[in-house]
């Protein structure tokens, strides 16, 4: 006989992280980046506006404090438009665009899922063609001459538009009026996008509070700014999981970690009227000292990854089998301790990064025949299936914004018997009926990507980021210890906030070389910048440090382009200042060199040609290091991809060229004599012997190798391009 839904014994546990960094700039107040506005109009107002139509479901939304904060910020009368650096390009005419304005405009406003949010769009798709996929790597002024005003005004139109998710499109008639008329947008039609877009973010904390309200949904937090907890507490817990890991300077400050989680705590419930039994810690990365800090606040609940349990200890159990992810359990630490449950991580990442591509019902058949199969294999066994992931980021991979997929897991969990073996619950209420009856006495220190901290500690560009951290908040604890040193408490605070933000763990997330995303440089620039605040609000200067890029990609401000035709003499050293000054050149930020040896290696490379040659230069920080067993391996691609190569050997010496063929592999081409190494490297290279001509564009980057292994790269992210030169170019189109 099969059981009511209240008296199954299996239940699911969805968990929807909502979470955005901050992206308003320190200095102004003002937002760079719009993704609070954009995922509220997509994400986070269907996620709720589908669960309250479902009275019978049950599940956790965790909202982080730093987007409740600026989500509020949003909603506060009067919105300055221009507070939105998106939205203030998006409302201006464009017949008073600067061109810079509308190079930016042309630049970023298809940041989106072009599969899903610009392909089905014919206008859309129609700009992005005309744009083309590497507009970084034209001229300004060419890329905008392609763009009519017309053009303009579509793209700042279905840039917002698109993002609007299915119940904008639906409960907003002029959303729905817009999509369907699909181009020839009007500055009223852009208004009236941008309107609606800021009268739903002014619903979502009611409607959150409402779900929670009639039982739909538990609602939780997290500490303030999203900060990997373990490592605020100290960076060397991230040995335990990872023992030869190289680590920056120790930082390990408690009570950074204590006032994240009681600040987060508290603004949530001044905010949303609910103080969170549960906290999901951020990336569910969690230690045994986290333990003590979460029960001091009233915490009565967390979760994690299922590897992090497998990975800990349970009180008086043997090794003889794998813990069960299916139930809760009490996790100790020095007398403190705190109900814990482990999600399923293959059920979270179908959702996460597999079904998106999947026809809805299908999907959504197939996740419902995974929890019957955990139903079935656990029999009568109380079973917590915790299904916990990002819940605003998957949808722009789903076609429809994954509401067929969520109508019908939600649709059988709430539809009575023989579809599905589970019940729907919150994590919360599941723990209060059954309260965990084993001990983790040795938590594992871990997150859930590879229970381990390897994304946000160890690479050589996180570590930089720790290290300026540790300054700043030595500068602040030095003012602290002074009294203040006359700053002012509201001063204080501020800087405070600042240095909170920066421990967040957005910024750790995109240094180094795990995830990729076009958008390093203003992460980059916001993380130091909130730094820099730190030193700023208490009347000091902020130490040089904080200037220079962590990520490494070649940026504009670093790349000085050629001016003019140049003739050196190739032989490795400068016979004369005038014979590069007309060359375009690249700086390596010092503090970004790669090192070999104990001793950095590029500090500057310059590039320039006359009109048949072009001409490679680049300078070390210790000329002693073309005494080592190294190589240049120069890689510039046209039409053709070649690879020219040498040892760094002084004296003047020959290159061997390469033709890069279809298998990837290079073919030797021939040789030339035109390389020079002494206090300099640099060499030359016929534009014909590249199968250059005069206007065609190709870009280039530099590698300094050993035994034939890369060991750095310059830019270390991107690409330097340039143009072919005729005999009367003034100015090059160039980008890094």
């Known amino acids: 006989m099969k059981r009511s839904r209240s008296q199954r014994t299996a239940h699911v546990a969805f968990l929807w992280h909502m979470h955005q960094p901050s992206y308003k700039d320190p200095k102004t107040g003002d937002f760079l980046l719009p993704f609070v506005r954009l995922h509220s109009a997509k994400g986070y107002y269907d996620m709720v506006r589908l669960a309250l139509e479902y009275p019978e479901m049950r599940m956790n939304v965790n909202l982080v404090p730093s987007l409740i904060s600026q989500i509020v910020d949003y909603t506060e009368e009067p919105f ?3 507070k939105d650096v998106y939205i203030d390009l998006t409302l201006k005419n464009p017949a008073d665009l600067t061109l810079q304005e509308k190079v930016f405009i042309i630049r970023n406003f298809f940041m989106n899922r072009w599969e899903t949010q610009v392909n089905p769009y014919p206008r859309y798709r129609e700009l992005l063609i005309i744009r083309g996929n590497n507009p970084d790597g034209e001229n300004p002024e060419t890329l905008a001459s392609r763009f009519s005003e017309r053009d303009i005004t579509d793209l700042q139109a279905l840039f917002n538009l698109t993002w609007c998710g299915y119940f904008m499109r639906r409960q907003y008639e002029e959303i729905g009026r817009l999509l369907k008329k699909g181009r020839d947008f009007t500055e009223e039609d852009k208004r009236a996008i941008i309107e609606a877009q800021i009268d739903v973010m002014k619903k979502l904390i009611p409607l959150y509070k409402r779900a929670s309200d009639e039982g739909i949904v538990e609602l939780t937090t997290s500490p303030y700014y999203h900060p990997i907890l373990p490592l605020l507490i100290d960076t060397e817990s ?65 979760a994690t990854d299922q590897d992090v349990l497998f990975h800990s200890h349970i009180e008086g159990s043997g090794e003889e089998k794998r813990p069960d992810i299916y139930t809760p359990y009490i996790a100790a630490h020095e007398g403190s301790s705190v109900n814990i449950v482990f999600r399923d991580r ?3 990442d179908l959702i996460g990064f597999s079904y998106a591509s999947n026809d809805p019902k299908r999907a959504a058949a197939d996740f419902i025949r995974q929890i019957n199969r955990i139903v079935e294999k656990r029999g009568d066994a109380p079973t917590l299936i915790s299904v916990i992931l990002d819940g605003e980021n998957p949808w722009e991979g789903y076609m429809d914004g994954g509401e067929g997929f969520l109508r ?22 599941y723990i209060d009926r059954n309260p965990p009856a084993k001990t983790i006495d040795r938590l594992h220190s871990g997150s859930w990507i590879n229970h381990n901290f390897g994304v946000w500690i160890g690479h050589p560009e996180d570590n930089r980021g720790w290290d300026m951290v540790s300054l700043a908040r030595k500068h602040l604890v030095e003012i602290e210890e002074k009294g203040g040193a006359g700053v002012s408490p509201d001063s204080l605070k501020a800087a405070g906030d600042a240095l909170y933000t920066a421990e967040g763990s957005d910024w750790f997330w995109w240094f180094g070389d795990d995830f990729h995303t076009d958008l390093t440089d203003e992460f980059d620039s916001l993380f130091r910048e909130n730094l820099k605040s730190v030193f700023r609000l208490t009347g000091v200067e902020p130490p040089d440090i904080l200037s220079y890029p962590i990520s490494g990609k070649a940026r504009e401000f670093d790349v000085i382009p050629p001016v003019g035709f140049i003739e050196p003499n190739i032989n490795g050293e400068i016979d004369d200042f005038y014979e590069w000054a007309d ?7 010092p503090i970004m060199g790669t090192m070999f040896g104990g001793k950095s290696i590029v500090e500057s490379l310059y590039f320039g040609f006359s009109v048949d040659d072009l001409y490679i230069r680049f ?11 190294l190589g240049a391996a120069f890689y510039v691609r046209g039409e053709r991809s070649f690879r020219i190569e040498f040892p760094l050997r002084r004296g003047v010496g020959k290159y061997t060229l390469s033709s890069r063929i279809d298998d990837g592999q290079y073919e030797k081409r021939g ?11 640099e060499f030359s290279v016929k534009f014909s012997a590249l199968g250059l001509k005069e206007g065609d564009p190709f870009d280039f ?27 009367d170019f003034e100015m090059i189109n160039w980008s890094a």
Request: charge should be negative.
């Open 701 to 727: 980057y530099l590698k300094i190798t050993t035994d034939g292994i890369g060991l750095a790269r310059y830019p270390r992210r991107g690409v330097l391009a340039l143009r072919v030169p005729g005999e």
């Open 583 to 589: 060359a375009g050149k690249y700086e390596c930020n």
């Open 408 to 429: 019908g897991i939600y649709g059988a969990l709430t539809g009575g018997e023989g579809k599905i073996l589970a019940a729907p619950t919150t994590i919360g209420d």
């Open 619 to 629: 300078d070390v920080a210790d000329p002693d290091l073309f005494d080592e067993e």
């Open 671 to 681: 040789e030339a004599d035109t390389v020079g190494v002494d206090s300099v490297a």
């Open 238 to 302: 991230a040995r335990r999981a990872m023992p030869d890991v190289s680590l920056p300077g120790r930082f390990s400050n408690v009570e950074d970690a204590r006032g994240q989680v009681e600040l987060g705590l508290r603004y949530f419930e001044e905010q949303v009227g609910i103080r969170p039994r549960g906290v999901w810690p951020p990336e569910g990365s969690v230690s045994p000292e986290v333990i003590p800090i979460m029960k001091s606040f009233g915490v009565e609940w967390t």
């Open 80 to 82: 300055d438009p221009k």
């Open 346 to 348: 293959r059920l979270s």
